[in-house]
């Protein structure tokens, strides 16, 4: 490719905008699909290539392959009167051709780099075959597992998905080598406050800007262009996963305290790392629907984070206006939608058809038309587009190749979670004897996972049944499905694997479920093998923490191995062999019961919690029918060898509100031992509680994370960097960061519950 040209992007910009119709200007709004399959409706195939001669089309989805986009692209460059070229996006979620784990599988690894190399990977076969713009990362924290889409996010804390968030727009965008994600939490913290006494009254202003020119969350305008950049895309904004019962798209009725300090931080995040793109959500907030909600789109992410890129609808979001009786009709849609602070209108066309008569009425503002052209061109100038439209069909990546295979698979190796191994069943030994493999999913190739992209397709992934088979050739494999002859195969072996999960389709997006235990048959599976008395271990795939109150006990050994992409069967092999240990933890709460949901460990104390060491003790909250608490909380996950977190020490035991809002940081330190036979991970997390604040803090905050890797009696310390993000909360109204004077409890351990702890002091 050529070298681009020296001239700021925005000559470039205006000099177009000032040539441009309100035609032209409102088709630049305008995304169509091309044979799209992401909701309701058909493909737009002739509506694109007639509006890209005209100059009427910003962007097309769907269209993939280097010819193919380069032919569309021709229309656009070549016959349109101001040869503006078109932006190309997919949905690539966790992989192109080379699957990666499900998002969710990724942040149980607790080690941002996974997300950089499956980002890294995803955007140079994706800028290989003409496109430009992922809809991803999902940053939608969600404390429910019954909702399909859980699967695409990082599970249940603002902290762990802030991390994975930054660290995935990093590795799309081209910006970063997938360390020091620390301080990613996104917090603005451009007003801090002290507290002086409990009582609530504001105590002295300690400061107002943090910055030394005031200066906005918004991230550094990183250069999109190159064969390995794509667009990223922060969606979607925002509280999409406190939908009402888990079910898809519903409504959300969320507290501002909740939005400012659970839903928002990952996005602020995200805009920090430089995403080039923002998607509204198909929920409405509080009554409003996003797409049309004007104090978050405009109000939070553009003047408030300072965002300078495009904010796109999601798939028909500006028609639903309509269905949720928010628009009178498709022109209302247009008018409220671009109102508030979107830019582009995904799969539909109420913004360009009608945009220029609104315009002409006076009902849309011209300024603000200008405005949302604006973030498109330069988004395209940012990617070179206007250098060079065309993507090199002879470099096109069309299959996996050996790097990004051995990169998937040691990525879906660090996202398996061993929840149980009593009597160290695991790592299986391959030297000899016989091995029953059974169950609905040791011979399936379903382990992708959702939103897998044009690689499930073309790449099948190899079965646990193949790689187990390749890992161990002086095993004697047994092998049947289920039923009767499953239960045979594991009478006639020594050893056995039952390989149970949900398929792949049972998760995503439209794929909620009321029933969150395993699909019929593998339950009733598992007693069956537990009748035998044959040693067995259970592998769960599956794109959802799943209710196991029911076999759990029965199974000596669990390994929760979630859709690992293309190279799932080969990574369990490596950590069933125990030629990888175990090292991830669980980014989200495992309840005993639907019933429980939602349950997670970031919860705020009641006047009457429950006390787990008396659970007969009447009058508190929980439920008379199951114990208190989850089955296997935030943060779990064993190893094949054992460690020991020591208690936390700090040089500073008080710090002064006025020291951290100029800057100052506290650095906590913890020993980590590895207790063991053999080389382990051990993930370090560090947690913090307020106890007495001017509003109720939860009982424990994840504040940082460090996954460690120590060899037998190997030991080493750990520093965490803690600041006023750290310690602070976000106000309801202005999203200021407050801190307030008083007793911290730092907590530190192997899980949300396994922890101990130091006492600072603010004043």
């Not at 799932?568 to 309840?591: I, R, S, W, Y």
Request: charged content about 20%; glycine content about 12%.
């Amino acid at each position: 490719m050529e070298q681009r040209p020296t001239d700021p992007h925005d000559v470039l910009v205006e000099d177009l905008l000032a040539k441009m119709t309100p035609e032209e200007k409102f088709g630049q709004l305008q995304q169509l699909a091309w044979n799209g399959d992401t909701g309701p409706g058909g493909g737009q195939n002739h509506l694109a290539e007639a509006a890209a001669r005209e100059g009427r089309l910003g962007s097309v989805l769907n269209l993939r392959g280097a010819a193919h986009t380069n032919a569309l692209q021709r229309l656009a460059v070549e016959e349109s009167r101001l040869g503006i070229p078109l932006l190309f996006g997919f949905d690539v979620i966790h992989g192109f051709w080379t699957t990666f784990p499900v998002p969710l599988a990724q942040a149980a690894s607790f080690d941002p780099g996974v997300a950089v190399a499956d980002a890294r990977t995803s955007a140079r076969e994706a800028r290989s075959n003409g496109l430009h713009w992922t809809f991803a990362p999902m940053m939608d924290v969600t404390r429910e597992p019954r909702w399909g889409r859980i699967a695409e996010s990082c599970g249940e804390d603002p902290y762990l998905t802030a991390r994975f968030a930054a660290a995935k727009v990093h590795g799309y965008q081209g910006t970063a080598s997938g360390e020091g994600y620390d301080g990613a939490r996104g917090d603005l913290g451009d007003v801090v406050r002290a507290r002086a006494d409990h009582d609530g009254n504001a105590g002295a202003d300690h400061g107002g800007n943090a910055g030394a020119d005031g200066a906005s969350t918004a991230g550094p305008r990183a250069d999109l262009y190159g064969p390995d950049r794509i667009a990223a895309c922060a969606k979607h904004f925002v509280g999409y996963g406190a939908v009402e019962g888990g079910r898809d798209y519903n409504t959300v009725d969320v507290s501002p305290r909740r939005l400012r300090n659970l839903y928002l931080p990952p996005f602020a995040a995200a805009v920090r790392a430089g995403a080039a793109t923002a998607m509204a959500a198909f929920n409405t907030v509080n009554g409003v629907p996003a797409h049309a909600n004007r104090p978050l789109l405009q109000g939070v992410l553009k003047d408030e984070w300072g965002f300078d890129g495009v904010v796109v609808s999601d798939w028909g979001g500006v028609h639903e206006l309509i269905v949720h009786g928010f628009a009178a009709d498709g022109a209302d849609a247009a008018r409220l939608a671009l109102a508030a602070g979107l830019d582009m209108e995904m799969a539909g066309t109420h913004v360009g058809d009608n945009g220029p008569a609104l315009l002409a009425a006076g009902r849309i503002d011209p300024t603000r038309l200008d405005d949302a052209v604006r973030r498109v061109l330069r988004l395209k100038a940012r990617l070179g587009l206007f250098d060079d439209p065309y993507t090199d069909e002879a470099a096109q990546v069309s299959a996996p190749t050996a790097a990004s295979r051995t990169a998937a698979r040691e990525a879906a190796a660090r996202c398996a979670v061993l929840l149980k191994n009593d009597g160290a069943l695991l790592p299986l030994d391959r030297s000899g004897g016989s091995l029953a493999v059974v169950g609905p999913y040791a011979g399936s190739a379903d382990l992708h996972g959702t939103w897998s992209g044009p690689g499930e397709s073309r790449f099948p992934a190899v079965s646990v049944l193949e790689a187990v088979r390749a890992a161990a050739p002086d095993l004697r494999i047994r092998h049947a499905a289920d039923g009767a002859a499953a239960v045979e195969a594991v009478r006639d072996a020594d050893m056995a694997l039952v390989v149970v999960g949900e398929a792949s389709a049972l998760s995503g997006e439209a794929s909620s479920r009321s029933d969150i235990t395993l699909p019929a048959g593998q339950e009733e599976l598992i007693a069956e093998v537990a009748a035998t008395g044959r040693p067995f271990a259970v592998v769960v795939v599956a794109g959802r923490p799943l209710v196991t109150e029911s076999w759990i006990e029965r199974a000596p050994a669990v390994l929760l191995a979630w859709h690992g992409g293309i190279e799932a069967g080969p990574a369990l092999a490596d950590v069933l062999f125990g030629d990888v240990n175990p090292g991830g933890k669980l980014p989200v709460t495992l309840p005993r019961s639907v019933g429980q949901i939602p349950l997670y460990y970031n919860h705020e104390n009641t006047g009457r919690p429950a006390d787990p060491a008396d659970p007969a003790k009447p009058y508190v909250t929980g439920y008379l029918d199951q114990p208190y608490g989850p089955r296997f909380p935030f943060g779990h996950g064993l190893s094949y060898t054992s460690f020991e977190v020591g208690a936390p020490t700090s040089a500073a035991e008080t710090v002064a509100v006025a020291d951290l809002a100029a800057g100052a940081r506290v650095e906590v330190a913890v020993t980590v031992a590895n207790t063991g036979a053999r080389e382990g991970d051990e993930v370090v997390q560090l947690y913090l509680h307020d106890p007495v604040a001017s509003v109720v803090r939860p009982v424990r905050e994840l504040r940082g994370f460090r996954r460690v890797t120590l060899a037998a009696g190997e030991r080493a310390e750990v520093v965490f960097s803690l600041g006023a993000a750290e310690f602070g909360f976000l106000a309801d109204d202005t999203g200021a960061l407050v801190l307030e004077p008083g007793r911290i409890d730092v907590h530190v351990g192997s899980s949300s519950q396994r922890t101990a702890c130091l006492a600072l002091t603010l004043v």
